[in-house]
């Protein structure tokens, strides 16, 4: 059983930093694009960034170079540093595969005030 389960999540104010980890087991993690994603009120879930087996990322254009994803394959985790956190990054974020499993594991809530 899949299973996705993010962490890190918090209050911080503008300019500031976090670092969401997520764990993650039921699958060849390894073997796997992973990407983190997410859910503003009131808006669709969207895709921050993602990573492939082989160490490539992507960004969304709102978080390219202030955030940061990575992976360590032997601990199963899936990392995103944020940085620069601006209100509009206020958001329940999620990590899941790319393309995404179903259904969604738990998300962590990422709340940037002025």
């Known amino acids: 059983q899949v299973q996705l389960v993010a962490s890190g999540g918090g209050l911080v104010q503008a300019g500031g930093s976090l670092r969401l980890s997520c764990a993650a087991s039921?699958?060849?993690?390894?073997?796997?694009?992973v990407g983190w994603y997410r859910q503003a009120p009131g808006k669709q879930r969207e895709r921050v960034a993602t990573?492939?087996?082989?160490?490539?990322?992507n960004y969304a254009d709102a978080v390219k170079g202030r955030f940061t994803i990575s992976r360590d394959n032997n601990k199963n985790t899936l990392y995103l540093q944020m940085n620069s956190l601006k209100p509009e990054d206020t958001a329940v974020y999620y990590c899941?595969?790319?393309?995404?499993?179903?259904?969604w594991g738990q998300g962590t809530l990422v709340t940037v005030s002025e």
């Open positions: 990573l492939t087996s082989r160490g490539t990322t």
């Open positions: 039921g699958f060849t993690f390894s073997d796997n694009a």
């Open positions: 899941n595969a790319n393309p995404p499993f179903q259904p």
